[in-house]
C-alpha cells in the first residue's frame, strides 16, 4: 500500500470544508428520521416510484408559466408516467431545479406517493427561496430529479436525488421499488422473513468495502471498524437498519445504497454495495423479486 498516496488523499479529503449553511439547508430540506448512526446530514425523501407525463411549470422570479406537451411516455406494461412538475429560479448567483415526479395507478401506495412528492417539492422550493433571501452573499443551488435504475414488466426501481451546493455539495438519493402488477411499494422487511437479514447484509458490506479498500491501494475509503479512516463527527458505520436505501437491479439482485457522508468521506460520492442472492437465500421470502 502506498503510504504517500493515501496520506495525500486524506489530506485532500480532511481539507474540504463542510459549511454550516450547507448543513442547515440540508436539515431544514431533508426531513426523513435519522438512522441509529448518527449522521450530519440526514436522508430525505421517502418511498419514491416513477415520475410522469411532462407537463412543466417553471416558476422564476417572473409569474409562473406553464407548457404542456403531447407526448405521454410510457414506462414498462402496468406503470407509466403522467406528470412531472418542474420548479426552476436563476437569480444572481442562486439556482434551482427541481423535478416533482408522479406516478399512474389507483392503489393506496401510489397516491400516497404522489402525494408526498408534490408536497416535497413544493416544500424544497419555497425552503430554497426563503434561504436565499437570508444569505448576505455567496451561491446557492438546489439541484432535484430522479433516475429510473430498474424497468422490467413486473419491478420499477426509481431514484429520487437532492443535490444541494453552498462551497461544497451534498448529495442524497433515495429509492423506491414498484409491483407495477400490483401497484404496490416493496419495502426491505418486505422481502425476509424475520429481521436475520440486517445482521447478515451489514457483515458483508463491512467485508466488501475493506476488501474494496485493501484492492484499490487506499484510494477508496470507508467508515468501518478497523481502520483509521473515518470522522469521529460521522462514526463509523454498525450496520443498516430496516429503512435502508436499495433497489433491486434487473437481473433480481439486491443493492444496498449510501448517501454522500453516510459511508465514506465525500469525494466517494453515493456508495452502493451488491448483495450476493446466495448469501440471503435462507432468510428471503421468496425468490419472486431477488433471484
Not at 436522508?43 to 416558476?59: E, K, Y
Not at 443551488?141 to 414488466?153: H, L, M, P
Not at 435502508?244 to 454522500?260: A, C, H, P, R
Request: aromatic letters at 10%.
Amino acid at each position: 500500500m502506498n503510504d504517500d498516496k493515501l496520506k495525500k488523499l486524506h489530506a485532500q479529503y480532511k481539507d474540504v470544508p463542510i459549511p454550516e449553511e450547507l448543513e442547515t439547508i440540508i436539515d431544514k430540506n431533508l426531513q426523513r428520521p435519522l438512522k441509529k448512526r448518527k449522521r450530519k446530514l440526514p436522508i430525505f425523501l421517502t418511498s419514491v416510484a416513477a415520475a410522469a407525463v411532462l407537463f412543466t411549470v417553471g416558476l422564476n422570479t417572473n409569474p409562473a408559466m406553464a407548457k404542456t406537451l403531447a407526448d405521454v411516455p410510457v414506462i414498462g406494461q402496468v406503470v407509466q408516467v403522467l406528470t412531472f412538475t418542474k420548479y426552476e429560479m436563476e437569480k444572481d448567483a442562486y439556482t434551482a431545479e427541481i423535478q416533482v415526479p408522479q406516478i399512474s395507478g389507483s392503489s393506496a401506495d401510489i397516491e400516497a406517493l404522489n402525494e408526498k412528492y408534490a408536497e416535497e417539492g413544493k416544500t424544497l422550493y419555497e425552503q430554497f427561496k426563503t434561504d436565499i433571501e437570508e444569505m448576505e452573499a455567496g451561491n446557492m443551488a438546489v439541484n432535484s430529479g430522479y433516475v429510473i435504475e430498474t424497468d422490467t414488466d413486473e419491478l420499477l426501481s426509481f431514484g429520487r436525488y437532492v443535490e444541494v451546493t453552498v462551497v461544497s455539495s451534498s448529495t442524497v438519493m433515495q429509492y423506491t421499488t414498484i409491483d407495477k402488477k400490483a401497484e404496490t411499494v416493496i419495502t426491505l422487511t418486505s422481502l425476509f422473513k424475520d429481521d436475520r437479514y440486517l445482521d447478515i447484509i451489514s457483515r458483508y458490506i463491512e467485508d466488501e468495502l475493506r476488501n474494496r479498500m485493501i484492492e484499490t491501494e487506499g484510494s477508496d475509503m470507508y467508515w468501518i471498524g478497523g481502520t483509521e479512516y473515518h470522522d469521529e463527527a460521522f462514526g463509523v458505520f454498525e450496520g443498516i437498519s430496516p429503512d435502508q436505501n436499495f433497489y433491486i437491479t434487473e437481473e433480481g439482485k439486491l443493492v444496498m445504497s449510501f448517501d454522500v457522508y453516510e459511508i465514506a468521506p465525500g469525494f466517494m460520492g453515493l456508495v452502493t454495495v451488491e448483495i450476493p442472492t446466495e448469501l440471503l437465500q435462507d432468510v428471503l421470502v421468496s425468490n419472486k423479486y431477488i433471484k
